[in-house]
């Protein structure tokens, strides 16, 4: 072979490689390939919650769903000219559905790092919570360490932060670990637990519908409510997008108009909070 016909064969030889090592579909997915696909579709599948008022509310007549999360991600889904598609599930089960791609989005969600091993956490929080003690009437919680004793049974949700938060100061109490709220506060009215582990929003909506205590023990552990999408390429858009989305809704006090407007809506006293904290 001569020597221009060697240097043909070995260019030729160097582009079939890089033809194989090609991939179209990764060569496909830039910095907006999720925000594609999901406007591709028309749709962005969120979750809803039975038992989780006022975040998420359920017409039991139409099926409906309504609540502050439904309305911030209505919000999202018509910025990006979409629909919203709930999809019913619990907060233990959100790792398991982003990874099945049943779900593009959750809100109001805690940091966790072990869903964060599967899951994109965005950094700013959409508000600040704190974590709460519901108990029966009578029976305030001032501090954590009252109820970190082997006489104290506290029951939390499965597979939620507030099971993390149990394990964590009150190795010493009995858990009872229930599958939703409304299992929660069964066990609580029917005596079998002292105090069940809520974030504070979420407690003071219990208290609305059942008698009885909510305290913000010491140390205040404040709780900050972001947002996390499934960890995959093509994602780097979708967050930027929610982060300016966050950022515009905390900067220009969207977020906490609308979140005290729907509690006020309910008739859920906000008084209780403490002075030094916001959300």
Known sequence: MSFFGKILRACALGAAVAIGAWNPAAAQ??????????????????PVMIGEEPGYIKDPATGNWSGFYVDFLTDLATTLGVKIVPVET?????AADFQSNKIDIAIGVNPNPK??????????????????VFSPKGKPVATWAELNSPDKTVVVQKGSTMQVVAESLLPKAKLTVVEDRNLAIMEL???????????????????????GEVSVPEPILRNPATLAVTRKPGNEGFI????NWIQQQRSLGLAQGRLAKSWEDRGIDLSILPSNFSF
Do not use: C, H
Request: glycine share 8%; charged share 20%; net charge negative.
């Open 189 to 211: 009215q029917a005596g079998r637990a002292d105090a069940m582990i809520q974030s504070i929003f979420d407690a003071l909506q219990i208290a609305k519908q059942v008698n």
């Open 29 to 46: 997915e830039g910095p907006s390939a999720v925000i594609d696909q999901i406007r591709a579709s028309g749709e962005l599948k969120v």
């Open 115 to 132: 869903r964060g091993l599967v899951v994109d956490y965005l950094w700013e929080p959409l508000f600040t919570d704190a974590w709460g």
């Open 90 to 94: 619990t907060w233990g089960n959100l």
């Open 240 to 243: 930027n997008f929610l982060t």
